[in-house]
T-cell receptor, first 114, second 112 residues
Framework: DADVTQTPRNRITKTGKRIMLECSQT?????MYWYRQDPGLGLRLIYY???????NKGEISDGYSVSRQAQAKFSLSLESAIPNQTALYFC?????????????FGAGSRLTVL | DQQVKQNSPSLSVQEGRISILNCDYT??????FLWYKKYPAEGPTFLIS?????DKNEDGRFTVFLNKSAKHLSLHIVPSQPGDSAVYFC???????????FGTGTRLKVLA
C-alpha cells in the first residue's frame, strides 16, 4: 500500500457542485499539505496542517476548505466548484530526513469541472 | 510574484551526457532547497536536498549546487539515462515555516 493515498484518482463534476478530495497516510507524520498543479504554473500550496488543531492557508486557498479529521486524514473540499479549479491535486506529508523537511506525495487526484 | 523560477520549460540531452537543470529564487530567507522528479500519472518523488550552509550535495548520479550570492541552484545528472526523462521541480523553504514554494518545472528528455 502507498504511504500517502488519495481518493478519488479522477473525478469529473459540474460547476456549482460540492466536491471532496480525501487523503490518508500511513507514515505517522504530523505535517500534511494540499497542492495543485497546473500546466506552466508548477505546484502551488493550497492548505497545510501541522497537527489536527493547526490548519493554515497557503498561496491559493480561496474557494477551498480543509478538514484534518485525524493525524492520518486530511481532506480538501471545494464548496462550489468552478471550471478554473480544474487541475491535478496532490496531498503530501513531510518529515525531517536527509537534512531537510522532505515531502512525500500521493499519486494525485485529477479533477475536471465542467 | 514567482519566488522560485525555472526558466527552461524543457531540455533535451543525449544519453550518457550531463543534464543541467537550473533554478533561481528571489527570497533571501530561503535556506532549504529540494529537487523532485515527476513521471506522468504519478506524484513527485524526492531526489536530493541542500541547505544554505552547503554549496554542494551529491547522491550517486545527482549533484545539487547552491550559489547563495546569485540565488541560484542547479541539479546535475551524470550520466543521463533514458529513465531520467521526467519533469523536475525545485522547491525552496525558509526554516521554521515547513512549507515549500515550488518552481514551474523543467521537462527533461534523455535521448537514447
Amino acid at each position: 500500500d502507498a504511504d500517502v493515498t488519495q481518493t478519488p484518482r479522477n473525478r469529473i463534476t459540474k460547476t456549482g457542485k460540492r466536491i471532496m478530495l480525501e487523503c490518508s497516510q500511513t507514515k505517522g507524520h504530523d505535517r500534511m499539505y494540499w497542492y495543485r498543479q497546473d500546466p506552466g504554473l508548477g505546484l502551488r500550496l493550497i492548505y497545510y496542517s501541522f497537527d489536527v488543531k493547526d490548519i493554515n492557508k497557503g498561496e491559493i486557498s480561496d474557494g477551498y476548505s480543509v478538514s484534518r479529521q485525524a493525524q492520518a486524514k486530511f481532506s480538501l473540499s471545494l464548496e462550489s466548484a468552478i471550471p478554473n479549479q480544474t487541475a491535478l491535486y496532490f496531498c503530501a506529508t513531510s518529515e525531517w530526513t536527509s537534512g531537510a523537511n522532505v515531502l512525500t506525495f500521493g499519486a494525485g487526484s485529477r479533477l475536471t469541472v465542467l | 510574484d514567482q519566488q522560485v523560477k525555472q526558466n527552461s520549460p524543457s531540455l533535451s540531452v543525449q544519453e550518457g551526457r550531463i543534464s543541467i537543470l537550473n533554478c533561481d529564487y528571489t527570497n533571501s530567507m530561503f535556506d532549504y532547497f529540494l529537487w523532485y522528479k515527476k513521471y506522468p500519472a504519478e506524484g513527485p518523488t524526492f531526489l536530493i536536498s541542500i541547505s544554505s550552509i552547503k554549496d554542494k550535495n551529491e547522491d550517486g548520479r545527482f549533484t545539487v549546487f547552491l550559489n547563495k550570492s546569485a540565488k541560484h541552484l542547479s541539479l546535475h545528472i551524470v550520466p543521463s539515462q533514458p529513465g531520467d526523462s521526467a519533469v523536475y521541480f525545485c522547491a525552496a523553504m525558509t526554516s521554521g515555516t515547513y512549507k515549500y514554494i515550488f518552481g514551474t518545472g523543467t521537462r527533461l528528455k534523455v535521448l537514447a
